[in-house]
């Protein structure tokens, strides 16, 4: 087999099903070898050709969220991995394991097969090709020799899925995936096993023995646990002994915001009088200047790297760090808690008692301001309650990026909430709801986002794989004409300057506004227009029937209030 399709058919062997793909000049030995495998009837991951790199890595990054599964994507020599750095860097942040594979210019100008035919066989050569995603990589390599193949993706596999999970990076130079290479073993088991990390037992019982005695607990949550068995453990745990879950810029669900102990996104006042926090998978647990944490508290950070080691600054304290991967620790403190003091006493009763009320009246308290602080015009907190109504009694996902609020909205099912990495590359949540639709073609996937993402997200590009790939999604477009993250952060540090008294803040504007909903129509979607608050229900409602019952993308474009 030609190795261009020996890499194809490993894959197959591994279990993958689907490789997102972005060809170019570099990838005729790997569709020669496709067409030799498909020939041949022999078995390799369905392509899915996406026209735009950064939409690529979005999408994989959203199919990991539903399935699970180790997604691969393709790209070309350097400019395509250019282009998909923004999107490794977001699968660092979040610890995606994805196997990130690109072309390398031919080093051979004549005399070998596969040597260099064009001019950008020159322009794209580079000596340090790697450089451009090694800082967010586990693992990065070159492939030397075609035989090479089957155990460095096997390698990639393995190191991707250790712990911490995480991006890998291997180049394909073309005169290599040229060469035929034997194929005996491409349908064989992986050569190496994923290391999976797990807690010391003595810092788990000390961990249990905290909560027990704790009489202010505290739960910060930004990763929510990765199963269904995780996210029921942590219920359980929150309930059982009485501990309030904070959710500061969480960007997965970890609990229902109907469940009892849940108290949204703000940790005051719950942070400064607790005795003891769990965080848990948290980058950013809280705002340090603005949320203080007293001298005597207990903090134990608890996920697959807790003390972030990626990061050259995060000094959040931690009092006891346990490694593992969250869902394996959660299960592990729990049978340790059945150990100790049954949670059933007096004191955490009239607990549990305070924290439920508090958690009605807060979420109570929220919709109430949202409500009345946007009478009659249309905001982000409109937005979030009408979306949140719309979706009741619908097995959907929200991928939000800077758009809607996870305190306003309803979000109860483990996988219905996903937001923007604290990486920060933009255009992400329209391409992770494609990919996201991809691993569950039965679920409603909606992404809502500022209209600065949506430009990002290479619409026209995310729009034209969601009509070929058969992928409908239901995308939002909060339209205040603005880089709204710029000019809030611009208020919070500079809340009286001279930026704030202008009528217009410096550098954020992005007006004229295009009309998106032309832009998404143009490409098969069916979209709509909304200036009006009593337009807004009922196209949400189309669109989601558009999505849902006629199986085709719709766009709803909300031109909402700044601020």
């Known amino acids: 087999?030609?190795?261009?399709?020996?890499?194809?058919?490993?894959?197959?062997?591994?279990?993958?099903?689907?490789?997102?793909?972005?060809?170019?000049?570099?990838?005729?030995?790997?569709?020669?070898?496709?067409?030799?495998?498909?020939?041949?009837?022999?078995?390799?991951?369905?392509?899915?050709?996406?026209?735009?790199?950064?939409?690529?890595?979005?999408?994989?990054?959203?199919?990991?969220?539903?399935?699970?599964?180790?997604?691969?994507?393709?790209?070309?020599?350097?400019?395509?991995?250019?282009?998909?750095?923004?999107?490794?860097?977001?699968?660092?942040?979040?610890?995606?394991?994805?196997?990130?594979?690109?072309?390398?210019?031919?080093?051979?100008?004549?005399?070998?097969?596969?040597?260099?035919?064009?001019?950008?066989?020159?322009?794209?050569?580079?000596?340090?090709?790697?450089?451009?995603?090694?800082?967010?990589?586990?693992?990065?390599?070159?492939?030397?020799?075609?035989?090479?193949?089957?155990?460095?993706?096997?390698?990639?596999?393995?190191?991707?899925?250790?712990?911490?999970?995480?991006?890998?990076?291997?180049?394909?130079?073309?005169?290599?995936?040229?060469?035929?290479?034997?194929?005996?073993?491409?349908?064989?088991?992986?050569?190496?096993?994923?290391?999976?990390?797990?807690?010391?037992?003595?810092?788990?019982?000390?961990?249990?023995?905290?909560i027990s005695k704790a009489r202010n607990p505290l739960i910060v949550a930004q990763r929510g646990p990765t199963t269904l068995r995780g996210f029921r453990i942590l219920e359980r745990l929150a309930e059982n002994w009485a501990i309030p879950v904070c959710t500061w810029w969480a960007t997965s669900l970890p609990l229902s915001t109907e469940h009892m102990c849940f108290i949204g996104s703000n940790p005051s006042p719950w942070l400064e009088r607790a005795d003891l926090v769990l965080v848990i998978n948290s980058l950013a647990p809280w705002w340090p200047d603005a949320h203080p944490v007293g001298k005597l508290t207990r903090v134990v950070q608890l996920g697959p790297d807790p003390l972030f080691s990626r990061f050259p600054v995060r000094n959040f304290r931690a009092d006891l760090a346990l490694t593992g991967e969250t869902d394996r620790i959660l299960g592990i403190l729990e049978c340790e808690l059945e150990q100790t003091r049954p949670p059933d006493s007096?004191?955490?009763?009239?607990?549990?008692?305070?924290?439920?009320?508090?958690?009605?009246?807060?979420?109570?308290?929220?919709?109430?301001?949202?409500?009345?602080?946007?009478?009659?015009?249309?905001?982000?907190?409109?937005?979030?309650?009408?979306?949140?109504?719309?979706?009741?009694?619908?097995?959907?996902?929200?991928?939000?990026?800077?758009?809607?609020?996870?305190?306003?909205?309803?979000?109860?099912?483990?996988?219905?909430?996903?937001?923007?990495?604290?990486?920060?590359?933009?255009?992400?949540?329209?391409?992770?709801?494609?990919?996201?639709?991809?691993?569950?073609?039965?679920?409603?996937?909606?992404a809502t986002m500022g209209d600065g993402s949506y430009m990002f997200a290479n619409p026209v590009a995310a729009h034209q794989v969601s009509c070929a790939q058969n992928l409908p999604v239901l995308t939002i477009v909060l339209n205040n004409r603005e880089w709204g993250a710029v000019r809030s952060s611009v208020m919070e540090l500079y809340p009286h300057g001279y930026a704030s008294r202008a009528n217009q803040v410096p550098l954020t504007a992005l007006e004229p506004s295009p009309d998106y909903s032309a832009v998404a129509r143009a490409c098969g979607a069916r979209a709509f227009r909304v200036d009006m608050p009593e337009k807004l229900m009922p196209a949400l409602e189309s669109a989601i029937r558009e999505v849902t019952e006629a199986e085709r993308q719709a766009l709803v474009e909300v031109a909402i209030e700044r601020g």
């Not at 308290?365 to 409109?382: E, H, I, P, Y």
């Open 1 to 210: 087999m030609i190795a261009g399709g020996a890499i194809l058919a490993r894959l197959h062997g591994l279990g993958v099903k689907q490789v997102f793909v972005n060809s170019g000049t570099d990838f005729p030995p790997l569709i020669e070898g496709m067409a030799k495998a498909a020939h041949l009837g022999m078995g390799f991951p369905t392509p899915v050709i996406v026209p735009h790199e950064h939409v690529a890595m979005g999408m994989a990054h959203g199919y990991y969220l539903l399935s699970g599964q180790t997604p691969v994507v393709m790209l070309h020599t350097n400019v395509g991995l250019a282009n998909g750095a923004s999107g490794m860097i977001n699968a660092a942040c979040e610890n995606v394991p994805l196997i990130l594979m690109s072309g390398r210019t031919p080093v051979t100008e004549t005399g070998r097969f596969g040597a260099r035919t064009v001019p950008i066989g020159w322009g794209q050569e580079m000596r340090d090709q790697a450089a451009l995603v090694r800082e967010s990589c586990k693992w990065d390599y070159e492939l030397r020799f075609p035989e090479q193949i089957g155990e460095l993706i096997d390698r990639a596999h393995a190191i991707a899925n250790s712990t911490p999970k995480g991006p890998v990076y291997l180049s394909l130079p073309r005169e290599i995936l040229c060469e035929d290479v034997s194929i005996d073993d491409s349908q064989q088991g992986c050569r190496f096993s994923a290391a999976v990390s797990s807690p010391s037992r003595q810092h788990v019982k000390l961990t249990a023995d905290w």
């Open 346 to 446: 007096s004191e955490h009763r009239d607990r549990r008692s305070r924290i439920s009320e508090s958690s009605h009246q807060l979420r109570t308290q929220r919709r109430s301001d949202a409500v009345s602080t946007s009478r009659g015009s249309l905001t982000k907190d409109t937005v979030s309650l009408a979306l949140g109504e719309a979706l009741r009694g619908l097995t959907s996902s929200v991928f939000s990026e800077l758009g809607v609020s996870l305190d306003l909205m309803r979000r109860q099912e483990f996988n219905s909430w996903f937001q923007e990495p604290f990486s920060g590359g933009l255009g992400w949540s329209l391409p992770a709801a494609l990919g996201a639709r991809l691993a569950d073609p039965h679920r409603l996937c909606v």
